[in-house]
């Protein structure tokens, strides 16, 4: 069964997909069923440089991957913070080149962010900070 707000990537093409309402069926593209991506929390460098940031600048608030390249080759994707109940969801997709931050002033304290990054992955905030 899915869960709200998963995100699945197909192995062959690349795909991915989130989940908006969880079903009992399973995700199936180029006719394997799709990879669970699960949300990565590291201490070490590689989760440094991956793992979300929220952040406090002149009355705004944003969420920002700091020391992450933004090269054609490696970058992030993109950005996602959710209410914690994941009863709402803002996104913002990035190209290379851009910084990697999102501003999120109009969401409330209680949150979480996740970004997506072309060859390492799903990372959230680590925990332990």
Same mark, same amino acid.
């Given at each position: 069964?899915? /869960?709200?707000?998963?995100?699945?990537?197909?192995?062959?093409?690349?795909?991915?997909?989130?989940?908006?309402?969880?079903?009992?069926?399973?995700?199936?593209?180029?006719?394997?069923?799709?990879?669970?991506?699960?949300?990565?929390?590291?201490?070490?460098?590689?989760?440094?440089?991956?793992?979300?940031?929220?952040?406090?600048?002149?009355?705004?608030?944003?969420?920002?991957?700091?020391?992450?390249?933004?090269?054609? /080759?490696?970058?992030?994707?993109?950005? /996602?913070?959710?209410?914690?109940?994941?009863?709402?969801?803002?996104?913002?997709?990035?190209?290379?080149?851009?910084?990697? /931050?999102?501003?999120?002033?109009?969401?409330?304290?209680?949150?979480?962010?996740?970004?997506?990054?072309?060859?390492?992955?799903?990372?959230?905030?680590?925990?332990?900070?």
């Amino acid at each position: 069964m899915t /869960e709200k707000l998963e995100l699945y990537k197909c192995e062959v093409c690349g795909n991915l997909v989130q989940v908006i309402l969880p079903g009992v069926g399973e995700l199936v593209c180029c006719g394997q069923p799709m990879k669970l991506q699960t949300i990565q929390h590291d201490t070490s460098e590689l989760g440094e440089k991956h793992a979300p940031k929220l952040e406090y600048r002149e009355n705004a608030k944003y969420v920002q991957v700091k020391t992450h390249p933004m090269l054609p /080759e490696h970058y992030i994707q993109f950005i /996602e913070v959710y209410r914690k109940d994941k009863s709402a969801l803002h996104l913002k997709y990035l190209n290379p080149g851009e910084v990697p /931050e999102f501003d999120i002033t109009c969401m409330p304290e209680d949150i979480d962010a996740i970004e997506f990054c072309n060859i390492h992955g799903l990372w959230g905030e680590d925990k332990n900070d």
